[in-house]
């Protein structure tokens, strides 16, 4: 099959990655606005907490559900995931800030900024290395 076509497993992970995705964009949203609305949290000071959140649960739904990666080693998923998400937690924090600093009347639409950044930065950083980072150990068992 040619390169160019994606499979369909390849079709299948990007949407169990999506609903992952989805997830753990609920989780941090949830922490978030119960930070913000709830706790009166300043929204840019709430999202450290919501990220990381968010993180863990995009590390859990990505490992088991989306890369169906559960074989593979705990450690070394979780230290190179680790290693993704703090510069994607970092790309995170610094656009949801740059969006909220210069863009008037961002922070009254708090959630949608940090859709928007958010979805960004996962397009552009996480996934694309999530897929090296999900290797299911029989990926490597015909190289």
Sequence with gaps: ?????????????LLRAGV?????????????ALLVSV??????AASIPAL???????????????????EGSLARQ?????VVEVMALALNGLLYDLVLR?????AGAYWLVRLATSHLVFLLWSYPLWRRVFVAPQAHAGR
């Design 1 to 13: 099959m040619s390169k160019a076509i994606p499979s369909w497993g390849r079709i299948a992970e």
């Design 52 to 70: 990381i959140a968010g993180g863990i649960a995009n590390f859990v739904g990505n490992r088991h559900f989306a890369f169906r990666a559960h």
């Design 78 to 82: 979780a230290l190179l995931y680790t």
């Design 102 to 106: 210069t863009v008037p009347g961002a």
């Design 39 to 44: 706790m009166h949290v300043d929204p840019r």
């Design 20 to 32: 992952a995705g989805v997830a753990a964009t609920l989780v941090d949203l949830g922490v978030l």
